[in-house]
Each structure stands twice: as C-alpha cells, then as structure tokens.
C-alpha cells in the first residue's frame, strides 16, 4: 500500500492463474505463467476450519482470523444447479459465523447469528447446505463480532449452468480489502472514544489560505464559521484510514507488487470485490479502460468508463484488452486518498508498473448536507443543533399526500435533481408513503432538509476527475428485471448518525433499541426510500433478496445487493419479498453496522394458513451474536 505516511517498497511478486487457453473453461483454467496467489478450493463438499494464524504485512507480523490459514480465506467455485455443502469447524474460542453475500438461499443458510441461527460454538461444526440458484462474482465473510476486520473474507465465483454472455480469455479474481495490526476490537474502542482518531486530513492553515486565494476572505470566513457551528469537519470523509490501515489486494500491498499476466489483445475478465470493513474505494487502470460487464455478481449491458467508485461489499466484473507490449498498474484508492493498493498487470511476470501518486483530499460541502446552501441562506442558521428538534411534533403522519397531484408539479423548478424512473407517479398508485416522525436526539446530528437523488454523480470526490467515471444512473441489467408490478406498498427509511459520539443507526434508532422488524409480505412488491442525513456515504446491504435501483433504466433497472447512498442522498429500490424468513438489513461499513445502523427485515407468509417459518420473537433476539459493541469481542488481533 502506498499512503502518505510512508512508501512501501517490497521485494516479493506474487502473480496470479493465467488461462491455458479460450478452450478451457473458466473455473478450469490455471497457468504455469505465476502463481494465482488465493488458494482455490471447487466442487460440491468443502470442509473449512476457521481459527487464529500467523500473518506477516509489509514485513510486520500479526494474527488473523480466517479461514484454513489463508488471507483472504479460499477461493470457493460452485456451479449454477448444483447443491453445495460446507462444513465449518471454528477452532477459535469464541463463536464464529461464515454469511455467504449476495446468495440466494434459505434464510437458515444464511450464516447471521441472532437473526437466522445461533452461531458456530467454538470447537462445534457447522453445516451449510444449499442449492446453487445464481452464478456470478460473490464473496463470504463473518457476521460475528469483528472477526470480518480481523481477516475473515474470501471470494466466491459461480460459474453459469449454460454459456457465460460475457466473452474472455482469462479472468483473475481481485479481492480489495483493508488490514489493521491494532485489530477491530481496539479501532472501534478507539472511534467511541474519539470518532476523528483516524482522520489523516483535517484542513490546514495552508488549506484557509488557499480558499482565500480561490475564494476570497469572506466567504473562507464563512465557510469556516457554518461548519464550526454545525460542530462538524468538511473533511470527515471516512471514520478509518492509512493511520491504521494496510490496503491489500488478494492480501498484498503495493510492496509486494502483485502480478496478473496477460497476452496483448487478449480480453481479461477482472473479478472485483471489495471485502473491506471500512473502505470504500475508487478503482481504475490508469492509460487502460474498463468495460463494466456485471455489477453485484448479475450481468449489466457492457459499460467503458475509466474509474468507479466500489463501496463495501460491492462487486464488478470488468473486461480490460490491453493493447501494448507494457505493465497496467491497477489502483485501488480509499476514498479519503489517505493511501492506496497498487497492482501490475503486464506480458511477464515480475513487471511492476508505475504507482500513481495519491489525490487531493475531497471536502465535503453543503449538498452534502442535504442542504442547498444558496437557497437557504445557511449563514443565518447560526448554532441550529438539530439533535433537540422535535419532529415527532410535526406529525408527518397526517399530511394525506395521496391528495398530492405529482403529474402537475414542475421540477425543474424545485431546486432538485430530475426524479428518478418510478418515484413519480405515485398518485396513480395511490399508496404513497406518509413521511413518519423521525426520532431525534442524541444520536440524530442533522436532518437532510433538501435531500435529492445523486444517482447521476460519479462518487465523493470524483466530480472533477479528468476522465469517465461510473454513475449508478448508467447501469443497465443486461436481462429485464423478473417483476415488472408496479409496488404495492412504500417504505422510507433515514440513514442516521452523531459522528462526534460515534453512534450510528436507522431513524435514529439503534439496533440494539428496535422494537421489532420491519414486515415483508411473501411476493409483496415493495418500494424502500432511503435518505442519508449524515455526511458519509453508506454502503446498505439487503439479505437474501435482490433490489432493482430506481435509475431511469425501466425494465433493465440494474438488480443489486448493496448500494452506496451518498452523503445528502435520497433514492429508491423496488424489491419483490419472494424469500420467506428473517434478513438482515444493514449499512456493510463494520463499525457503522456494529454501533447500531442495522434492522432485520421478516418476509411472512401471505396466506394465513401456511406455516410461517420466519418466527421469531424479536424482543428476546439474543443482540450479544449480532456483532454489535455489547458483545464479547475475544481474542485481539495482536
């Protein structure tokens, strides 16, 4: 990794498989050109054990979780149609849990403690047994206590039952993710104590006279002052960062220059996951575009771009065709810029490509906030601590806007973004949601006023970029969407946080404090707002269920699993509830899902009687298996 503390320079080269030849299948291929560098593991029956093992980063020595010894955990290749069964043994002493994202399965399989089983006991064994109804690029990981930070991910690829639409001579798998020695327990002590211990990039005295150049002295003055009223820091980007964090791709720094080699003019597939527990990332080729081919495992209408933002938990399948006899580096920037990991991909093995140097720090400003900040006169709002703001007062509930006639209302003259492609019409479907009364207090510290779709953005700091960068609004599935109903009922949500307390939740409500889950009808159509009243970006993640994301795409909406809701934003998804039982619900940032920013979402069954398989009595929900800050967190990763 390369931050800006230090440059890392190491001395091993680990490549990557490489194909025999196009003949091959691609679950089949590996090369004698390197080493792949994750161990592989293929099949129907895998035995994995999960414990403690030595790890050595950047030539330091530390103590993992994971599994069968390696980081990142396997390799696991299945096949589309077929049933798989994992047996996992933890051999830790504390329980464990494997949750394999994105999969569509039982809600028993699904591996969240507290919400779908018990957890697996510390020297028990654990059987997971499922059919195989996807292929695709997905990962796994723990869903107990911070095990996640401490090492315990790994990639997963199904391969399709019939022909792969997505044409490529080779693939490799990529796996992103973020690795602290001070281990997840001692980080998250850490940003409950002070939530900026991390912040690499705090403005400057340098950074005021440079916006008094740019700006002049009066509105520098004033910026300055809003924010200091507001108790908030335009540079609060990520909680975490290079002060404590390695980056690694597939568990290895930019030190080690990791290889994948290539053929020039062949088509290279690059399976992209970020299995960070805070990082979000901004990934490109520098010289090398990108055709974006599937995101969150499903296949989209291929995209070039040349950057894109991944949040936690996301994947991509990119097809790159280098041209020229040369080493590509491949970059992975945080999205604080406070450091990166770097790759080479070249014609040899042992080629290391030059590392780009890091951008400027991004700041955040007043739409990010969910604010217009010229139409609101935001310099008379002088100390307004939205904390003490009583909105149950308002009562929102009572405002009857099925009498609202959207079809007449003029947009474009209300300060906002273009509504998005089935947010509209919601006087035809005469169900719209009744705004609920948000809960305010000690863990709310801003409400969006003017929260908007930001769909057609790039990402938090890539507005200025000099080159094409992916937006949510540009994908489109390469397939149409399954359910084309209209929804039947809607739901909002608020993303919710004090970030100086370090206390996250949903509607100002945390986990550990819900009274119950949120209700899912089996094959209800359904429609969820989510609205971000803080001023980081969340990457939300569904259990169990694919969501199309309402982008303008009609019929070919991408489907996703997890979707960055940016700092201000307010977007939508539709979801069909067609998987009966209990699924989690949560922001993928760790710490964030860990103080609380979680809900379980109960699909029940719609005919009375049916048997509902999905009971389950929230109130004595045992919360210590969750992974949240009232659990016992075991060993350190010392």
Known sequence: MINRR??????????????????????????ADGNMGITTLEGRDFNLTIDRFPVTIDGRRGRAVGVNGTLPAPLLRFREGEDVTLRVTNRLKEDTSIHWHGLLLPFEMDGVPGVTFDGIKPGETFTYHFPVRQ????????????????????????????????????????????????????????????SDTYNMGQRTLGDFFRDVSDNGLDATLRDRREWGEMRMSPRDISDTSAMTYEFLINGHTTGDNWNGVFKAGEKVRLRIINASAMTI???????????????????????????????????YDVIIEPKEDRAYAFVAESIDRSGQAVATFGPRP??????????????????????????????????????????????????????????????????????????????????????????????????????????????????DVPH????????????????????????????T????????????????????????????RLRLHLTNDTMMSHPIHLHGMFFELNNEGGDHRPRKHTVIVKPGEKLSFDVTADALGNWAFHCHLLYHMHAGMMRVVQVQPRNPGEVDHSTMDHSKMDHSKMGHNNMNHGEHNQ
Do not use: C
């Open 350 to 463: 042992g080629m290391r490509a030059e590392a780009p140097a890091l951008r400027k720090i991004p700041t955040l400003t007043m739409k990010d906030m969910g604010m217009d900040h010229g139409a609101m006169g935001h310099g008379n709002m002088g100390g307004m601590d939205h904390s003490t703001m009583d909105h149950s007062q308002m009562n929102h509930a009572t405002m009857d806007h099925g009498q609202m006639d959207h079809s007449t209302m003029d947009h474009s003259k209300m300060g906002h973004a273009q509504p998005d492609e089935g947010q509209m019409d919601h006087a035809a479907m005469g169900h719209a949601p009744a705004a609920k009364p948000l809960k305010t207090g000690p863990g709310v510290d801003n409400i969006a006023t003017m929260p908007v779709s930001r769909l057609h953005e790039p990402g938090l700091g890539l507005e």
């Open 281 to 315: 990332f901004n990934v490109r080729m520098p010289d090398l575009p990108m055709t974006v081919v599937a995101a969150d495992g499903l296949n989209v209408q291929p995209l070039e771009t040349d950057e894109f933002q991944m949040g936690v938990a996301e994947t």
């Open 497 to 524: 946080g004090n970030m100086e307390r370090y206390m996250w939740s949903f509607d100002g409500i945390k986990y550990t404090e819900v009274k119950g889950p949120i209700i899912f009808k089996e094959g209800e």
């Open 468 to 495: 094409r960068t992916l937006r949510y609004s540009q994908l489109r599935s390469l397939d149409p969407i399954p359910d084309r109903r209209q929804p039947e009922r809607e739901l909002d949500l608020h993303l």
């Open 6 to 31: 230090h440059f890392l320079i190491g001395a091993s080269q680990v490549g990557l498989m490489t194909a025999l030849g196009a003949s091959l299948p691609a679950w089949a291929r590996s090369s």
């Open 135 to 194: 292929s695709g690029t997905y990962w796994y990981h723990s869903h107990s206590g911070l095990q996640e930070q401490d090492g315990l991910y790994g990639p997963l690829v199904i391969d399709p039952a019939g022909a792969d639409p997505v044409a490529y001579d080779r693939e490799y798998v990529l796996v992103l993710s973020d690795w602290t020695f001070e281990g997840g327990d001692r980080v998250f002590a850490k940003l409950k104590k002070v």
